[in-house]
């Protein structure tokens, strides 16, 4: 029922900028916390940002200063503005979120299919 809609990966030199976005469609009555992790082959996913309800966000160590999560609640998504990416940022990214439906009143996880990101050197 819930569905995320993505864009914004692809290939970058070291020092760019990508904006991934996730959209997620369906019908559902709240959408909590939202998030991005990453993944790389051999490496368990990990978080990268996350973003509450009220707008707090977190970051992991090695994003802050360059990444910024951000989410705009009349469209339903979720936004990873990635500035000066470095080679080590190359990784399948994932959106992540919190979502209340019909069948589901507590919330559960939704995750996108994820978008890669690759970033040369």
């Known amino acids: 029922q819930v569905q995320w809609v993505e864009s914004g990966g692809g290939l970058v030199q070291a020092g760019g900028s990508l904006r991934l976005s996730c959209q997620a469609s369906?019908?559902?009555?709240?959408?909590?916390?939202m998030g991005w992790y990453r993944q790389t082959p051999g490496t368990q996913r990990e978080l990268v940002a996350h973003?509450?309800?009220?707008?707090?966000?977190d970051y992991a160590d090695s994003v802050k200063g360059r990444f910024t999560i951000s989410r705009d609640n009349a469209k339903r998504t979720v936004y990873l503005q990635m500035n000066s990416l470095k080679p080590e940022d190359t990784a399948a990214y994932y959106c992540n979120a919190d979502i209340q439906t019909r069948g589901n009143w507590r919330g559960m996880i939704y995750w996108g299919q994820g978008i890669q990101v690759t970033v040369s050197s």
């Open positions: 973003i509450t309800r009220g707008e707090i966000t």
């Open positions: 369906g019908i559902f009555f709240s959408i909590n916390d």
